[in-house]
């Protein structure tokens, strides 16, 4: 990884080997940006605080190695990334200003592409996930996890009638619970229905209606306004010397009539007369049957107005025109007929329910028995790493119990609380030493021991469901003396078959490491490219003295930690 302006880091470089590699260094020198980087290329939310002050953006880029055809490369190329030489190129951006911009195999992607991938490629735990996994929620999914495919069909089968229940019973409960609203409905539906079908409005009646109202109410100023255009174009036959254009017209016709074979251009001219006479006498013919069909008849504007105003009254109420007031009424009888059909839907809806929850039984059923199954299976498993891990006296359990609730599904003559995960509260039970009762682990486990039991749970992990990489931020917290060595050889152990790489503050860990890296800070605090260094030889015993002592040059913490490399050799 190549880190650039995150935290105290302006700008190094990050290559982590295959086996265990452990970061070291003081506090504060930023071996947890290493962490944050890593979730950063991994979809993490991109806290602008983060931003080196005086900066732009903060820049992670990596460069992960990933076998052809796994899962994560074909989600990555059906976003259309490219491989480098069978690696995933990875950048993250994060401006001072909160802005985010991700990029995979030379594609930009959504951030959200980085964390479809993240579960395939990396496992990342820190302090915070060992205060997760005091939740029981993250308790059941570390089980449902580890039981595979005798949890996750029933699992998928239990949520998708769950969903189904769950939208029935909203449906139910919405036309129970609205029923005075929707009889109000209904009833202000029919009297719609009613008014408009009492009236029998026509598409586009409206329109028609206007039009021949305002032609109505001016008939006698049209009849007069087209009796005058047509004595006009044809003449009056009560003043027979007036003159009218038809008349002059077709005198300027006879007139180049004569002489229009003497000249082409002449001849058209008279042609388009002509034309003219013809327009002429066809318009004067149309205004004189205008003047006549002209229906001036009062009784009959009276009607159009009665059936305007009977229009009006429901272009008011159900729309602008009555083409909208017809679209109403069609949706409105549509809604009526469900309205209606309601008590009919109640009771298919109610017999639906009915059948769901006892569906909804019997496939929690199921759950129960495999997670119970698997329940001592993995309880067993984690057992045994914790005595590897130097409680060999410990031992893990889980109680799966169910909570009564009289609105639940019937279960064993019980009427129990269930959700999207079935009916089980799963919970981890440790017993440190014999003669311990179990206890859930959030009040019967230290620090110590609970950055243990979460590592447990990780390597048995890594039996089953086994990842590329894995990311360990202080796990070893609260731990010390023999426990420390034994966290140690076990990580060196799951890092036979994966990347692991463990950001530590103890020597008796980092001394199992196949490589260490030390981040340090220069003397304006902060850290560059010569910031991260590999440390080989007498440099890596002289760290291992610092974290066993405080000091480089003490000739006992030298020894000491030349044995703790020493023994780490001898196991590997």
Known sequence: MRIRSLGVIDDAVVELSPGFTAVTGETGAGKTMVVTSLGLLLGGRADPALVRIGAKAAVVEGRITVPEGTAAVVRAQEAGAELDDGALLISRTVSAEGRSRAHLGGRSVPVGMLTELADELVAVHGQTDQQGLLKLSRQRGALDRYAGEAVAVPLTKYQAAYRRLRAVSAELDTIVTRARERAQEADLLRFGLDEIAAVEPRAGEDVELSAEAERLGHAEALASAASAAHAALAGNPEDPEGVDATTLVGGANRALDAVRSHDPALSALADRIGEIGILLSDVAGELAGYA??????????????????????????????????????????????????????????????????????????????????????????????????????????FDIRRTDDPDGVELDGRTVAY??????????????????????????????????????????????????????????????????????????????????????????????????????????????????????????????????????????????????????????
């Open 292 to 397: 006549d069909d002209l229906d001036a008849d009062p009784l009959r504007l009276a009607a159009v107005e009665e059936r305007r105003a009977a229009l009006t009254q429901l272009t008011r109420k159900y729309g602008e025109s009555i083409d909208e007031v017809l679209a109403w009424a069609e949706q409105g009888s549509a809604r009526l007929l469900e309205l209606d059909g309601d008590d009919d839907r109640v009771g298919e809806l109610t017999a639906e329910r009915d059948g769901l929850r006892s569906e909804l039984g019997v496939l929690a059923q199921a759950l129960t028995d495999s997670r119970t199954e698997a329940a001592s299976r993995f309880a067993e498993a984690v057992t045994q790493e914790l005595a590897s891990l130097a409680m060999p006296h410990a031992r893990v359990s």
């Open 419 to 572: 959700g999207p995960s079935g009916v089980d509260e799963v919970e981890l039970l440790l017993a440190p030493h014999p003669g311990a009762p179990p206890r859930p682990i959030a009040k019967g486990a230290s620090g110590g021991e609970l950055s243990r039991v979460m590592l447990a749970v990780e390597v048995v992990f890594a039996g089953t469901d086994p990842v590329p990489t894995y990311l360990f931020d202080e796990v070893d917290a609260g731990v010390g003396g023999k426990a420390a060595v034994e966290i140690g050889r076990r990580l060196a152990k799951l890092a036979k078959s994966a990347q692991v790489v463990v950001v530590t503050h103890l020597p008796q860990v980092a001394a199992f490491a196949d490589r260490q890296l030390l981040v340090e800070k220069t003397n304006d605090g902060t850290v560059t490219r010569s910031g991260v260094t590999v440390l080989e030889g007498e440099d890596r015993v002289r760290e291992l003295s610092r974290m066993l002592a405080g000091q480089e040059d003490s000739e006992t913490a030298r020894a000491h930690a030349e044995e703790l490399l020493a023994t780490a050799r001898a196991d590997a």
